[in-house]
Each structure stands twice: as C-alpha cells, then as structure tokens.
DNA sequence: TCCCGCGG
DNA sequence: CCGCGGGA
C-alpha cells in the first residue's frame, strides 16, 4: 500500500463540526465564555486521525478571502448564510492548533481550499501517494477516485464515513467526475449557484445515466422530449456556468513539502498550552497517550499506546475485543461465582437487555451486572437461540438479595427502565442510588446526547458498539432473544461495565456544576416513584372512546363535504400548505398578516389566523371546527385505544426525568400531560379515563402555584399580600394596573391582567403580549410599563435573573436546579439573546414548581402508607397529581395529598391546592 | 422535515 | 416559555 497524504479542509471541517456540535445541543464555550466549538471539533477529528490513522503525511487547506469565481459570478455564495461571528473568531484557532501541531497550513489568495485541495491531491496522486480528504463539503467528492478517498463530516461527530467512487454512485447516483455535471444541472443551493431551473436531483441522474456529460446531452438534445426539453434550452448557458463554478480547480499553482507534512513531530507543549487555554479537557488526557506511543509511521507498527484492553478504542465493547473481561453466567458455578463476588461488592451496576423499548411489554432477555470496573458478567434468561442458560428462578433467588441489599446501592443508566423489566420477571432493585443518564441530564440538562453510547465517548473516550450492529434495523430487525448469547454477551456486559465507570466522572461533573443536591434529593428518589406510577397505569373506558370515535367520524365527513360544496372543489384538507393555496389563491382571501410566512413560502393557516377571517367565507369557520375535531379524534380518541397493554387493560404512560430543561417531567407513549381541558368537546376526552370499580379518581392540583413562586421569589410586596389575603390573583393584578377597586374590575381587565400575568411567567415581551391580548404594541408597552410600577419587586427581581444569567452563564431554581446559558455571555446575536433572556426567566419559576412538586410526589407514598391508604399515584400533569382511591378512603386521602402538596417545600408565601374527585377525570366534583 | 395544536 | 404527537 502507498503511503497516504490526509488533506483536511480546515474551514469545511470547523464549519460542519461547529453545527453538528450546536444541532446536538452541545454550546461549547470557555469558563469565560469563549466559545469553541468549531475549534473544538476540528481539534477532536484531527486527534482520532492521528490516534486511529496515524497519517504517513498530512496538511491543513484555508479559505482566504474572495476568489476568482466571485469574479466569474458575482453572486457566487451571495445567499449563503454569513459564517456565524464567533466561528470566524474561532477560526485563528483552529490555524494556531494546526501550527502546533507542526503541519503544514495551505492556503492561497484568490482560490478557495476546495482548489487547493483539488491541485495539491492531484499532485500527490502524480507521486505515487494516496490521498485522503476530510471536510464537511459534498462538492469534494468529485474528487474521488481509485487513489483519492473522501471522508465527509456528517450531521454528528461520529457520522464521518468515506466515499469511495461506489460510494458516490451509490449516495448520488452518479460517478465522482460527473459531480460536476450533477452541479450544472442541479445547481446548488447553499453556494447560489443556479443550475438549470427545473431541473432537479431525479431528472439530473436519469440524463446523465445516459449522457456523461453536459456536452453530451445538449450534443443529443433532440432526443430528449416535450418540457424537459425546453427547460434545457433555456437553462444552456446557466448549466454551463455552473458547471465550471462547481469544477475544483487541479492546476492552482501551490507546492506541498511531503518532507513537513510528516505527521510525526507535533509540539506537545504548544499544542497543550492551547488547549488548556480552550478548557479541552478531554483532548489534553487523549494527548498524553498520543505524543509519547506516537512513532514515525516507519516504525509504528507496534501500535498499542491507545488502548484500554490492549485494543484500539473503537473496538471497545465488541465481543471478540472484550472478551477477556467478561463472563457469561449461564451455569450454576457461574452463579456462584458471581454470588460470591456480589457479596463482596460496594457498589452495582445493572443493566438489562429486552425484546423491546416498552419495559413493561417487552420480555426480559438478560440481565448484566458489573460490581468493578474492567469485569462484567451477563446471565442470560430469555435468548431464544436454544443455547443452555440457567432458569429464571434460579437467577431470581441468587440475585434478589444483592438486588435489595439496602447497603449495595445500586446503579444504571436510564435505570428506571431496568427497574421495570426486572420487577416484570419477579426481580427488584433497590436502593437505586445513581441513574448515569440523570447525572448527564444534570450536569448539562439542554444535552441531547445521554444515550449511554454517546457519554460513554463524552465522559471516558471510549467508542462503544452500537446495539443495531447486533439486531439490525428496519424491517429486518431482530430482536435481543435472536442473537446468538456469546454476541450479545460483550455488548450488554459493556453496557453495565460502562455505566459503572461513568459514575465517577458524573460525580465529578455535578460537584463542578453543583448539581449533587438536586440529584440526591429530587432525582434519584423519585425515580422508584414513577416507576410506581408507570406500573400503576390508569384505566380508558373503551366503549365510551368507540362511541365518541363514531361521532366525530360522522361530523368529520359532514363538515369535510361541506367545506369542498362552498370552495368548489376537491382537496386535500390536512395538507396546511394546500389549504393555504385554496384560501388565500383560490378564494382569494387576504392574509390578515403577510409577514405571517411559514419556511415553505405558505402563509400560515394557525387557528390564531384563521380565527381572524372568520366571517370572511363559510369555508373558515367548517375548517376551524374540522381542525378541532379531527385533531381530537387522530390525537386522543383514536390513539389511546392502541395503547393499552393487553396484559393489564390499562394505559401506561412514560414519565420522562431528562426530556425537559426546565427539569419538568415528559410524559409519552401515550403523552397524558397534554389531555384537552379547554373546550367542552376536548374535556370529553377526559372522561374516557377512569377510576376502576370500587375506586374513585382524586386529582389534587396547586393553583398559581408559579405566580406564587414569583411572589415569594422577588419578595414583590403587593404581590405577595394579594396573595397572603386569598385575592383572586389575575383580578387583583388587574385593580392594581388600571388603579380601581377589586370590585370592580371587569372581564376584559381581567383577562388582560391574566395574559400579562402568564408572560411573566414565560418572560414574554411586549410584543408577545400585544399578540396574546389583541392589545396594540403601544397599549401592551403601556400595560406592561403600569404593571412594573404596581409591581417594583417583580421587576427587580427580573433584572436580577437577566443579570444572573448573563454574567454567570446560568439561572438556578430554589432548589439549585441550574440551566445554562452560555451564550448570553458571549453576547451572540439579538434575536438568540432575547430569546435566551426569556428562557432565563422561565426556567427558574417553572423550574422550582417542577421541584416542588417532585419533592410532594417522592413524600406521598410514604405518607399514605403511614395513614394506612391505599390510594395508588397514576398521574402527575405538572401542578396535578391524579390518584385511584378506594371510595371509602376518599376523605382522607385527599386531606395527605393536600397536606404534602402544600407542605413539599415552605415558602413565604403558602401553597394552596384544590382536591376533586370522580369516576372520571373529566367530571370531577370539588371536594367538600 | 415542517406545520399545527394539545397541555401546563 | 416547556413539552409530545399526528399528518403530509
């Protein structure tokens, strides 16, 4: 094999792994508030190529300035979105590592890296050498051929793959060298260029299926029919221009000195100066282990410096790699051994692998333990391979004592799902003291990567095997019980073993971050708590949801027929962007608001817009009601039905702890914090919800329970005595704006109040509230500047949060829940600040509520216990908790929930709740 | 993927 | 403001 000369495209690369980074949730800045993450993710690509590749050359391309296509066509990139501010600064950077590093920066005035790249490959193709180009730009693959490979960036850091010339026939349906016919067709986008109009991906590779190349398809343009054909015409002198912008140049005048580019004399100091001034934590640890195992490619044959189990990091996790370090425990002895060493254990690590993602449908198919890091076991109990594997019962009775041990405490990741499977098989776990997916939550709760998989590269390095190289995915898709147990065995050992050597690190980060007292006190103890609830489920009254389905359906089809007889015609009614056509084209309605777009181009057909062209033709008023009713229908009363669990006959909702930043429960499959209360149809749904025979439902909500913690948190004075005496909150906010008595206050003032009211709880602006009360903007800046004079501690207290969040990076709730927000430091664009200033104000308010009412959740199972109830939790709805009681136990059930409620965490200013109850939650009856 | 709409 | 889900 040659030796190969990696090419990275310096700005592509930044540029691609700087959104990859933002889109993943990830805002990468310094302790200052510098941020890094272009820097970041091009100095992490340039590590795993040096520690994975180990590059016999390698040599770094830049953008400069303008270039002569600008010239050829001025437009050229004129639509493309302006680099991003703090990208261009990071840029310098990236330029300073890249010197670090020892290796050669190309760059040259006038042509863009793409050209330097295309000339400075041919070039070393022409030597002899192989040619390997990372970047993040789709236009190099028309470069690819039998000596140049392309490694393309894709939308996660880990998504990068090369393109062999198969590999582009396959991803665009054409071969590398006619990428650039594509282009001249196609055109493209992002860079402004035109192509031919009309043209479009389909058509482009069916010609040029035919015809190789432009020349090709004009030279035979007779051949070719009807529409198409004009449109080719037309586009002639476009497609050429196009082409020639999209052609990498291979004769820019630029030399490479093979001799600098050797990968092999980077300069460790320099290079760890820089990063340590950016805070890369990880990459300084994963530079240690490559400057000193880090050979002359000539001599690097006997590798090894950058394992863990003597293998290279990818192949961490697989089986054959792993397998040294974990036992499949599927004989008696095997279960011995491992009882004996759980008996010695200080600590658990558990991890279950099913048939399925629903914990309480899918059966258990193995269970994997690791009590120290290095060494996990996997028993498995469910594979339907006909390999010999203990029974059930005997794992259960080994392992249900270690499982309960009340001194083992016990650890998983997303562990409430293991908890789950477990319970199903006759198993139990307890106590549950760290949950690594809830750590990772903590520490970075805006973090969209808390798979296991993706902190196990966060947190540690490590690359794991992802579970889909096992059992597929798509229709062919297996289930765990199918693979063979030895293959399963490292993978779901790894998945105990990692999970046990994450916690340390997540220790460390939530004592960084602070974040140790939520997890402690909220988090972790709440997770049996909704496991409880999950298990509980709640009963649908079917026949009731089948009557209810009948008659929307029915309606459906009156108002559906009705609205195509007043338009005239046919069409398709779900479709927003047809009904936009049919009212505001073919009716020729005006849109009330034009800015009003939608990112298609349609103007928008919300119900807020239709609302205001009521009256202007029939057809409106039907759609709006066949939106309600079939969104209704579709949503609930379609949907419910097919949840239930055919073992239990009940619903069993998902509480998720990490889904929202504000530290808000998710709830999903089914969602039932989102049930319709607002309009009399949408409560009917509500009634489908039943307590069983013998029970009643008790729902036990907070009222203003946020206006409360606003209140009590700013310590406003007229606030909090309006609600120290009992007044109506929204009435009196009203009396103390338009200055009249309570008494008098009237429905319109009122409302007005209300909606300011909920913009302070969601840091609305003026304009927000202007759009929520039918005010104009003059009158909301007018109705908010009178609000702030009644209420000066509210604002100051506001000021505070704003200056909070910009000067530390993060707003915290009463009980230490943080968000961050770095972004507000670094002083990013107006639109991103403004809508982080809002989110600062919010998360605190509604943070400490979700808190408050965890705490209430976690100390209710105890305390019914203690008064000798048996009410069972099923619901939390944000401020509502929903309860199946025993009739007889109503009374005093209610008076614990309101007792706890209100109690979960003192404030100034005192909690009320109201208790109701029922045979269904849709008509449920005050308390007396 | 976008748009829309349900809840808090 | 924060979510989840249906449908094109």
Redesign the pocket.
Known sequence: MPPVLYLIDGHALAYRTYFALASAGERLQTHSGEPTAGIYGFASVLMRILEQDRPDYLAVAFDTGKTFRNDMYPAYKATRAKMPDDLRAQIDHIRQIVDAFNLPRLEKEGVEADDVLGSIAKQAVEHGLGVKIITGDRDLLQLVNDRIIVNLAG?KLSEARDFTAADVVETLGVRPEQVIEYKGLVGDKSDNIPGVPGVGEKTATSLLERYPTLEDIYAHIDEIKGAMRAKLEAGRESAFLSRDLATIRTNVAISLDLEKARANDLNLPAVEAIFRELEFRTLIARLAKLAPGYQPPAASAAGGQLSLFGVPITQVGQSETFANHYSVVNTPEALKELQQALAGAECLAVDTETTGVDPLRAELVGISLAVVEGQGYYIPVGHRTGEPQLKLDEVRSALLPAFTDPKLPKYGHNVKYDLLALRRAGLDLAPIRFDTMIAGFLID??SRSLGLKDMSEDYLNLTMTHIEELIGKGKNQITMAEVPIERAAGYAAADAEITLRLVGPLRKGMAERQAEKVFETVEMPLVPVLAMMEQNGIALDLDFLKQMSTELTNRLVEIESEIYRTVGYHF?????????DVLFKALGLLPPDPR???????????????EELRGQHPAVDLI?EY??L???????V??LP?QINPDTGRVHT?F?QT????G?L??????L???????EL??QVRRAFIAAPGYRLLSV??SQ?ELRIVAAMSGDEAMRQAFLAGQDIHAATAAAIQNVPLEQVTKDQRRNAKAINFGL????SSF?LSRSTGLTLAEAENFVKAYFAQFPGVRRYLDEVRKQASQRGYVETLLGRRRYFPNLKSGANPNMRA?EE??A???PI?GT?ADIMKLAMIALPGALQQAGLHARLLLQ????LVLEVPENELQGTAGVVKDIMENAYPLSIPLETEARSGISWGELQPFA
């Not at 079939?630 to 609930?636: G, P, Q």
Request: proline content about 4%; cysteine-free.
């Open positions: 939308n709760p805006a398709n009614l779900n479709s927003t962007q047809q009904l936009s009003k777009k939608t990112a298609s181009g349609h103007f928008s057909t919300s119900a807020d817009i239709l709006l939106r309600e079939s969104k209704l229908k579709s949503t609930y379609d949907a097919l998902s998720n889904g929202s930043v504000t808000r998710a709830s999903s499959d089914p969602n914090q989102n049930i319709p209360t607002r309009t949408g409560r909500d907070y329970i709880i969601y840091g609305m927000g809508r809002r989110e104000i919010n998360a509604q509520a709805v944000h401020d509502e």
